[in-house]
């Protein structure tokens, strides 16, 4: 169980530019989910991937933002134009589909700064 | 909307004596009910799951209690120590979907 791996794990940009994130999930797992959180707060639900398929998506994540899981392993998280009060950590989480499925493994997130 | 409120200020006890951290929320009917730990500058970590139908569960020191009539979580950690020390999350999950709602958390200090 080599973990959830995150990348890069700090990013700072000027606003308005695009950036991209990755989550490479344990191998095993075929769900995998996009949490943002913020100073003091707990993590906020972005989206879920069973395999391939983007299966749920918050109201929150506006059109700026996009996530993908190409061939269901790794999965990339873009936002395009960022803006200041995009500035948070932004957590990568996996999970079995079948077995102990609720249980979510986290990364150590990648932490975002828009000046 | 639905809503959690954990105890939004730190908490600070004793080494070896039992903390216990609140999970209350509203407008809610989870499946299951889940605490993780969160230190600085790290993601969540996994400790226990609790079910709608289960009132209560252990795991070594901690045990969580689940009353869906109250729509609250006790959790304890008995004998603390000092390593225990961290940000405890509770979060909700329902039947037919895995958007998991997050509580703020509740910041437990363990003094020596």
């Known amino acids: 169980d080599t973990g959830v791996s995150q990348n890069p794990r700090h990013k700072i940009t000027k606003r308005g530019q695009n950036v991209t994130f990755r989550c490479d999930p344990i191998?095993?797992?075929?769900?995998l989910y996009w949490y943002r959180q913020t100073l003091g707060q707990g993590p906020e639900f972005l989206t879920y991937f069973q395999n391939e398929a983007q299966l749920e998506k918050s109201r929150l994540l506006s059109d700026r933002f996009s996530a993908e899981r190409p061939k269901g392993s790794f999965s990339t998280l873009e936002i395009q134009r960022t803006e200041q009060g995009d500035s948070a950590m932004y957590l990568c989480?996996?999970?079995?589909?079948?077995?102990?499925?609720?249980?979510?493994?986290f990364g150590s997130g990648t932490q975002l700064s828009v000046l | 909307s639905q809503k959690i409120e954990q105890n939004s200020e730190a908490l600070n006890i004793q080494e070896g004596k039992t903390a216990t951290l609140t999970c209350n929320y509203t407008n809610y009917s989870p499946a299951y009910l889940q605490w993780y730990r969160q230190d600085p500058g790290r993601g969540p970590v996994f400790l226990l799951l609790i079910r709608e139908n289960e009132k209560e569960k252990r795991k070594e020191r901690l045990k969580v209690t689940f009353d869906t009539t109250l729509k609250q979580s006790l959790f304890h950690i008995t004998a603390s120590q000092p390593a225990d020390s961290a940000t405890y999350l509770c979060?909700?999950?329902?039947?037919?979907?895995?958007?998991?709602?997050f509580g703020t958390g509740t910041r437990l200090k363990v003094l020596a």
């Open positions: 979060a909700l999950g329902g039947s037919g979907t895995y958007k998991y709602i």
């Open positions: 191998s095993e797992h075929n769900r």
């Open positions: 989480a996996s999970s079995f589909k079948d077995r102990e499925k609720e249980k979510l493994f």
